[in-house]
């Protein structure tokens, strides 16, 4: 059965209504043999969540505060302390050596909301999945501002893509 972890910081109302709203997409009845996984970011600084739970997966939802123009420190966290067991490397000088570790090529999606501006915070998260090598496999979600039905709709259809691309992308393996 393929997994989708959901790793998400949600310390506010209107985050934890966007995440609700994902996890119910990913649990969409038309979507068939896929495990959702949620945990929360700061699970990975507890020790209830570790790299096992990210390379145990077969894709990867990650939901953001927009924090002071970057990723909130919870998720970041999550990066910070997995990066080089999930994949990552590192050149001499420091810098994300070239892609090619054991979690390059999983799908990922991404949403975020921010009071008045989400650009840091995408930029930051696409910058460690695209050393990773992750695939974006859906549109970035950015809200900014009151969470409104439309954006908890787009987070639904978010969510459920997701499930359905990391169930199709296992089966298509299988066979």
């Not at 310390?11 to 068939?32: F, M, Y």
């Not at 009151?146 to 990391?166: I, K």
Request: hydrophobic share 45%.
């Amino acid at each position: 059965m393929a997994r989708l972890l959901v790793i998400h910081h949600s310390p506010t109302r209107a985050v934890a209504g966007i995440t609700e709203s994902v996890l119910a997409g990913c649990h969409d009845e038309a979507i068939e043999d896929v495990e959702i996984v949620a945990c929360r970011a700061l699970d990975f600084a507890t020790g209830s969540a570790t790299a096992d739970d990210i390379l145990g997966a077969d894709g990867y939802l990650l939901g953001t505060t927009a924090n002071f123009g970057y990723m909130s420190g919870a998720l970041k966290h999550v990066f910070d302390s997995t990066f080089l067991a999930i994949g990552g490397s590192l050149a001499p000088d420091g810098s994300a050596a070239p892609v090619g570790g054991s979690t390059t090529g999983r799908p990922f999606g991404l949403y975020v909301h921010g009071r008045y501006d989400t650009t840091g915070a995408v930029r930051s998260v696409m910058s460690v999945a695209g050393a990773l090598g992750w695939r974006q496999a859906f549109d970035i979600l950015e809200v900014m501002g009151n969470v409104e039905e439309d954006a908890l709709a787009r987070a639904y259809e978010l969510g459920a893509t997701l499930a359905a691309v990391v169930g199709d992308l296992t089966q298509r393996q299988a066979t």
